[in-house]
Every structure is written in structure tokens, then in C-alpha cells.
């Protein structure tokens, strides 16, 4: 969806240390990262709040079920926003050119 759109995307992770390693060898240029409200070995979306503190990149939540408290803890690293599961392109395209003028 994201490259029919014309976006460049770096990669797909399932976890934490693979989302910040993608990262790392983008160089930090990274417009935003899309997050699951659940990844791999039981972290979270929120977890990679890294992203955000070493590169400035902010994320764009998309769960279909955020655990009580995390969504709290998600607004501490500034998020593009969150969108529920199931979603459609037009919400994740809208949120994506909030950061850009499309």
C-alpha cells in the first residue's frame, strides 16, 4: 500500500531491537514508523520510543486493541497518531501527509 502510494520503505520488523537497527542503517532518515500496538516477544509499539529520542522519528500507532495504560505511555514520544484496526489506506496515507504536504 505504502509503496503503490510512492513511499520509500526502509523495512519490516517484528520487534524492538529490529525496528531500531532498521534505523540505525537508514541513518536516522526515516519520515515516521508505522507501529503495531503489539510486536514480537511480548514489547510493544511504545517500546521503541527510541525511534523517537535518538532520531527525532516519529510513530503512527495502528492496533486494533491498546492495552489500558499504554496508550498514556505512547504520548510521551509525541506520536503521529493512532489508528484502529482494521483500517483503510485513505487514514494511513491522511496521517502520513499530516508530516508533509501532500
Same mark, same amino acid.
Given at each position: 500500500?505504502?509503496?503503490? $502510494?510512492?513511499y !520509500?520503505?526502509?523495512? @519490516?520488523? /517484528? %520487534?524492538?531491537a529490529?525496528a531500531v /537497527? +532498521? $534505523?540505525?542503517? #537508514?541513518?536516522? #532518515?526515516?519520515d515516521v #514508523? !508505522? ?5 514480537a516477544?511480548g ?9 523517537? @529520542?535518538r532520531? %527525532? !522519528?516519529? /510513530? +503512527?500507532?495502528? /492496533?486494533g ?5 499504554? *496508550?498514556? *505511555?505512547?504520548? @510521551?514520544?509525541?506520536? +503521529?497518531?493512532? !489508528?484502529g484496526?482494521?483500517? =483503510?489506506? *485513505?487514514?494511513?496515507? #491522511? $496521517?502520513?501527509? =499530516?508530516?508533509?504536504?501532500c
Amino acid at each position: 500500500m505504502l509503496v503503490e $502510494a510512492g513511499y !520509500i520503505v526502509v523495512g @519490516q520488523t /517484528s %520487534d524492538v531491537a529490529e525496528a531500531v /537497527s +532498521l $534505523a540505525d542503517a #537508514a541513518g536516522g #532518515a526515516v519520515d515516521v #514508523a !508505522i507501529m503495531d500496538g503489539k510486536l514480537a516477544r511480548g514489547f510493544n509499539g511504545v517500546d521503541t520510543g527510541e525511534l523517537r @529520542q535518538r532520531w %527525532d !522519528i516519529p /510513530s +503512527l500507532f495502528v /492496533s486494533g486493541n491498546l492495552e489500558e495504560g499504554t *496508550r498514556p *505511555r505512547a504520548l @510521551q514520544w509525541k506520536p +503521529l497518531g493512532f !489508528i484502529g484496526k482494521p483500517f =483503510s489506506e *485513505r487514514e494511513v496515507r #491522511a $496521517a502520513i501527509c =499530516s508530516l508533509t504536504f501532500c
